[in-house]
């Protein structure tokens, strides 16, 4: 009886355990590649640098999940024209707050071949967080949240240092709306501004 409870838990539990060290796998060769993306974005002289990053997220990042988050509560009385609009400022704004963060580790100054993977952590919902440490001069913890999306990785956020991309930009873009008065169309405006001033800075 014994040796049948062992067969049975070992046909469920190996097809479990290899498709675990799939994921995992996927999730490592994922990340890799994406600092190695980060580099090449943030190399010296790279006129084209907010262009390629824009493409980045577009294709690697769950957008509209992000946009979703981000946006709040402020959704449910959002007219599907003004989540449109939301969604498309949204990656130029965020990557004109986050890039010098990001620009800080994956610059040829601090060069990404310093970011080692030390962990994969798998979550509810076949969604798994790569940790990372660099350990140049400032020694920080890089996390990627990862979900599958139609058999392919997207990233939901990335943590540095603690501070969560999506949290930290919820809390802003809140505090956006509420100095528009909850005034929607007003704070798309000013996130039309924002964004296009930050992609100036950073270009």
């Given at each position: 009886?014994?040796?049948?409870?062992?067969?049975?838990?070992?046909?469920?539990?190996?097809?479990?355990?290899?498709?675990?060290?799939?994921?995992?796998?996927?999730?490592?060769?994922?990340?890799?590649?994406?600092?190695?993306?980060?580099?090449?974005?943030?190399?010296?002289?790279?006129?084209?640098?907010?262009?390629?990053?824009?493409?980045?997220?577009d294709d690697n990042f769950d957008h509209?999940?992000?946009?979703?988050?981000?946006?709040?509560?402020?959704?449910?009385?959002?007219?599907?024209?003004?989540?449109?609009?939301?969604?498309?400022?949204?990656?130029?704004?965020?990557?004109?707050?986050?890039?010098?963060?990001?620009?800080k580790y994956f610059s040829a100054e601090?060069?990404?071949?310093?970011?080692?993977?030390?962990?994969?952590?798998?979550?509810?919902?076949?969604?798994?967080?790569?940790?990372?440490?660099?350990?140049?001069?400032q020694e920080t913890e890089i996390r990627?949240?990862?979900?599958?999306?139609?058999?392919?990785?997207?990233?939901?956020?990335?943590?540095?240092?603690?501070?969560?991309?999506?949290?930290?930009?919820?809390?802003?873009?809140?505090?956006?709306?509420?100095?528009?008065?909850?005034?929607?169309?007003?704070?798309?405006?000013?996130?039309?501004?924002?964004?296009?001033?930050?992609?100036?800075?950073?270009?």
């Amino acid at each position: 009886m014994r040796s049948i409870l062992f067969a049975l838990a070992l046909l469920f539990c190996t097809p479990f355990a290899a498709f675990a060290n799939t994921q995992e796998t996927a999730a490592k060769d994922f990340v890799l590649e994406l600092f190695e993306r980060f580099r090449e974005i943030y190399a010296p002289n790279n006129p084209d640098a907010e262009q390629q990053l824009l493409r980045y997220y577009d294709d690697n990042f769950d957008h509209q999940r992000i946009a979703r988050f981000i946006f709040g509560s402020y959704i449910r009385r959002a007219s599907q024209q003004q989540f449109e609009r939301f969604s498309e400022l949204l990656p130029k704004f965020v990557f004109g707050q986050i890039s010098p963060q990001i620009e800080k580790y994956f610059s040829a100054e601090n060069s990404a071949t310093s970011i080692k993977i030390t962990a994969v952590r798998p979550l509810k919902k076949q969604h798994v967080i790569v940790h990372t440490r660099y350990t140049g001069p400032q020694e920080t913890e890089i996390r990627v949240r990862l979900r599958p999306n139609a058999d392919v990785l997207k990233i939901l956020d990335v943590q540095i240092a603690g501070i969560s991309m999506l949290l930290a930009q919820r809390d802003l873009i809140g505090s956006m709306i509420k100095q528009n008065n909850g005034d929607l169309n007003a704070f798309l405006d000013q996130l039309k501004d924002e964004a296009e001033t930050s992609g100036k800075a950073n270009a």
